[in-house]
């Protein structure tokens, strides 16, 4: 082999090119570079007995198996130019910008190996299977014998990475060579390489960004052409065959469209399971699904820019016969609350869009930003160390990264895998074991012995965070990502995040829940000065807890009672809100004696109007006890234990202990709450079936039992001044349109309190009001789940425990 044409061709002391040298580093590289010449071409060089064998091709290579690409052999290279990048000057041989586009390793793919790969390049039909990041599987250059003597054909053969997209090697150039995004005029047959997110350190909120889950699973474009779908990754591999059932789905769509998602397979709880992904078929647990968050062509026409929330509006049409295919949601606005409620359901974190932005291929761009719960990182699989008692298994990862071209290392992982994973992950590395450290530097591994690898795998790592020396902390295995290349697995740079919102800007905020678009104002308004917490923190409380408190809302008149400047601050009572409300929150008319007129009260019958209720400095949450449709029979009485300024918190639990005593005479199942405030509520459940008065009545007689065990500390007088200083046994709360605070609201008392369903064991000395506050309740409800369903079940019958207490 040769390189004297390469010599005779170039002057080294005018152009940055390697010089001439033979060298048998880098066997079984190859590197396709982009050269911007008198006309842009590329050039494919193969690494052979210590050169690189090179070939010009035109239109570039094609992962399209009908496309036969034109390929000139060109004189040897030497081996540097693997890493060559950079502009040759003008006057030069080769004049002009050379990238690098593609690189990695390559190997026959015939059964002899790589021996004889300079015999098939003597025949003239070379057989080879590239692992790249954008070229991968199995190809054939083949000599034309016709012609000139240097005109070889590159085709692509039919495998897993293969593809039936029109192939443009130009889609998938590196974008730091474009000076601006290239918008362009698409049709359904063009490959598109995905528009990419920026890390960024935190969450923020502002009223010009829209927020969607962060979904674990693998990147694709979906191509969808008179009914033929053509599901890709972005870097053009196809997935079909991988996918069927998602092939399936999407030929429902009867729309020429190109689709943009993420394909996820979820656990019984929604969260998804990313290992699973991996290794997909047939038999996989969990349910696959394809969340689409972008369309970028539709019946003949580009979207790409048009702006973001345009694009989004057209999916839901789109996918409305699709069943594995869904529409990723958004909320605006409210990127903390979002992100705490993602992440709380464990799910990765979320991505963050400017609402406006237009869809820019192939770039990464800071309009989208990705914020993530927990660190995580593609690492390259460099080795292992050996498992001292199980010989099936491996003890650890040996993990790098590119850092400046080369192999950086990161650390060691040995935990995440199941035992059957590390079975089969053993079984790929032992194909790839090598003698050669890939490190340029010895690696510390504190005695182990390595088994180095070629560095082909990649996988996913979960971390806490990275040490000064530049490892991994404590690192956990996610799985291999076979959707990326070794070229790709670089330190992922964060960039700053977005300044934070004016209150002006913050006053602009509106998230859409349930369909229903709610607007917030004010939401850095200071509502609890002692502990800082916000107007914001109380709309994103009452966003994570709503699920459980809206069986105690829904068909209940309201009796508001805001604070809209905090609760050092006066707050007021709303009753009749005829002309107040927002046209969509629903409201019913109540005759009242007193006023001699119908009184208009709201009713919260969703998520979207507890946030508005919020939002006009409702704390605290008002409702009857009693429903539309059966307002005279209230669902439950309540005994209210409630203190003096005199009374301590372990008399209300003394008192309360004394109402179970008598509950459990009466075999009656009660159910305890804190007030949020003092005292304790004890709900009886009666299912509708008796009237106010009667529910009235039974209650105070309960209250005359509970009386005979805690005279000395209680009192049934309504007149402040004859209770003594006792506390009180309030049976009137139990009268129509009088309230109580709902369980699980927020109560305007210091510390941002709440009112905590109990456990009846744990009413007991050491307990505190100020136990449970907006912070850790919502914690406390998925610990616990909802105390307090069986009050709106089954109800006494008031005979039957009459007859227990009087024996």
Known sequence: MSLEDYIRKRDFSKTPEPGGEISNENRGRFVIQRHKATRLHYDLRLEMDGVLKSWAVPKGPSMNPSDKRLAIQTEDHPIKYLNFHGTIPKGNYGAGEMSIWDEGEYVSAEAAGNKDLLEQLEKGNLKIKFSGKRVKGEFALVHTRRGEGNQWLLIKKKDDFSTDLVYDAEVYAPSEEKKKPKIRKLNPEDPVRPMLATATKEIFNDPGWIYELK???????????????????RNGISYNSKF?????????????????????????NGVPLFQELQNYDSSTKGALRFYVFDMLYLNGHSMLELPLLERKSLIPDVLEETSLSLYCDHMEGMGSAFYKKAVDAGMEGVIAKKADSTYAPGYRTEHWLKIKAMESQEAIICGYTES???????????????????????????????HAEQKELLAQMKTLETEENPFEKKINLKGRKPVWVRPELICEIKFSEWTKS????????????????ITEVHKEEKTATPGEASETEVGANQLEIGGIPVSFTNLEKIYWPESGFRKYDLVDYYLQVSEYMMPYLKDRPQNLHRHPNGIHHTGFYQKDNEGLLADWVETVK????????????????????????????????????????????????????????????????????????????????????????????IYIPLDGEYSYEEARDFTKLLCYFVQEKTGKLTSMERAVKSRKGKIYLDFLQNRKGQTLAAPYCARPKKGATVS????????????????????????RIEKEGDLFTGVLGKGIDMGEVLERLNT
């Open 470 to 485: 530049g490892n991994m902390r404590h690192p956990s295995y996610k799985g291999l990502r076979q959707d990326k290349n």
């Open 244 to 268: 069927p059932n998602l092939v399936k789905d999407l030929e429902q769509i009867q729309q020429d469209v190109i689709l943009d998602g993420e394909v996820v397979v979820l656990d019984k």
């Open 756 to 779: 905590a369903p109990l456990r009846w064991e744990e009413v007991r000395k050491g307990l505190k009001i100020s136990d449970f506050n907006i912070k850790n309740m919502p914690e």
């Open 388 to 418: 001292d008692k199980d010989s099936s298994v491996f003890r650890s990862l040996i993990l790098g990264m590119l850092e400046n071209n080369k192999l950086k290392y990161i650390g060691n992982c040995g935990t995440g895998f199941s």
């Open 590 to 681: 109540i005759y009242s004696k007193h006023n001699n007129r119908d009184i208009e009260y709201m009713l919260c019958q969703n998520e979207a109007t507890l946030l508005y209720m919020a939002n006009l400095g409702c704390i605290e949450i008002n409702p009857w006890n009693s429903r539309v449709g059966n307002l005279e029979n209230p669902d439950y009485t309540v005994i209210d234990i409630d203190p003096t300024d005199k009374n301590t918190f372990e008399e209300v639990i003394e008192v309360a202990q004394a109402v179970k005593e008598v509950l459990d005479k009466a075999k009656i199942e009660g159910f305890c709450k804190t007030s949020g405030s003092s005292g304790m509520h």
């Open 215 to 233: 979904w674990d699973g693998y990147r694709l474009i979906a191509n969808i052409d008179n009914g033929n779908v053509r599901i890709h990754s």
